[in-house]
């Protein structure tokens, strides 16, 4: 492995290690994320550059999937788990040669400026709402997610955001908006972390606040974090994973062929039996849940 991506797997390790290595981290997965490009070319040409959001990184998920693709293909995957944002700003940059986000309107947008040549969708699960188990703001009775942050906001209850232009994050500003409320606008009990999702829930335990998270993180970080769910199943709260193939027309350095064979992987049956199965013996229940092999939406 390349001393960059070296860098990345320490970064993640630094993320794991809490709020303080922040400096750090940040430090690391800029030489993670600069040299992505030029540490392709390093490598052996059996290998693929994933750029992901963290959620299916602090699940686990990844380190379940990704060696039995190797053991099938022989292909390496070196995954940089970054955040939605940044996953989309390395596929726009050609940084690499496929992504792994949720955050439908941003990966729509690559798709018509032809930055990806295909998108297809992989599985889902929903978002939800947590809080302390005392519920002050009342969360658990309100009728919808929309009437929850009007709760939490009017009362100035404590609120984590990762603020960090993640998929969660621009999924949480929507919620605001539909809500009337300023996204932008701070409050006194609002934090924003700048961090990913395990690190944000981590926070929010800590100062007993309220946060956004996707299931699958919430539920491996929910024993550390002492928060509960407080919001039911609704169509505003679904979050669906998709694959996007950075487009080799447009960056000659992308192994689209890799890339092609991970994302047919990705919607093939034993990466859809891993998805369906993974967390159900720890937590009763799995972290995702996948979805009916679908065509791949080819740019326009």
């Known amino acids: 492995m390349s001393r960059r991506f070296f860098a990345a797997d320490r970064a993640r390790d630094t993320l794991r290690r809490g709020p303080a290595a922040l400096g750090l981290l940040l430090a690391l997965l800029l030489v993670?994320?600069?040299?992505?490009?030029?540490?392709?070319?390093?490598?052996?040409?059996?290998?693929?550059?994933?750029?992901?959001?963290?959620?299916?990184?602090?699940?686990?998920?990844?380190?379940?999937?990704?060696?039995?693709?190797r053991?099938?293909?022989?292909?390496?995957?070196?995954?940089?788990?970054?955040?939605?944002?940044?996953?989309?700003?390395?596929?726009?940059?050609g940084n690499a040669d496929l992504l792994l986000t949720h955050a439908p309107e941003a990966e729509k947008?690559?798709?018509?400026?032809?930055?990806?040549?295909?998108?297809?969708?992989?599985?889902?699960?929903?978002?939800?709402?947590?809080?302390?188990?005392?519920?002050?703001?009342?969360?658990?009775?309100?009728?919808?997610?929309?009437?929850?942050?009007?709760?939490?906001?009017?009362?100035?209850?404590?609120?984590v955001s990762r603020g960090d232009d993640s998929g969660t994050h621009k999924r949480e500003k929507a919620l605001f908006r539909d809500a009337g409320i300023d996204p932008d606008l701070r409050w006194p009990g609002l934090t924003r972390t700048g961090s990913g999702m395990g690190i944000s829930l981590q926070v929010a335990g800590q100062r007993e606040a309220y946060i956004l998270s996707d299931m699958g993180t919430f539920l491996?970080?929910?024993?550390?974090?002492?928060l509960v769910t407080l919001s039911r199943r609704e169509p505003a709260l679904r979050n669906v994973y998709a694959v996007l193939i950075v487009n080799p027309e447009r960056f000659s350095g992308v192994r689209a062929k890799e890339a092609r064979k991970l994302a047919s992987f990705l919607q093939g049956v034993a990466a859809r039996e891993v998805m369906g199965q993974f967390g159900t013996e720890r937590f009763g229940r799995p972290l995702f849940e996948p979805l009916a092999s679908l065509p791949a939406i080819a740019a326009p």
């Open 32 to 69: 993670a994320v600069a040299g992505a490009a030029s540490a392709r070319a390093e490598d052996s040409p059996r290998s693929v550059l994933l750029a992901t959001t963290t959620s299916v990184q602090d699940s686990g998920l990844l380190e379940v999937l990704l060696p039995v693709f």
């Open 109 to 159: 947008t690559l798709l018509r400026e032809g930055v990806v040549s295909e998108r297809v969708e992989i599985m889902e699960n929903y978002f939800v709402l947590a809080g302390p188990s005392d519920d002050p703001a009342g969360v658990a009775q309100a009728s919808g997610v929309k009437e929850a942050l009007r709760a939490i906001r009017d009362q100035e209850q404590p609120f």
């Open 220 to 226: 491996a970080f929910q024993a550390r974090t002492g």
């Open 71 to 93: 053991e099938q293909t022989g292909i390496r995957v070196q995954a940089v788990a970054v955040g939605t944002g940044a996953a989309l700003r390395m596929g726009t940059e």
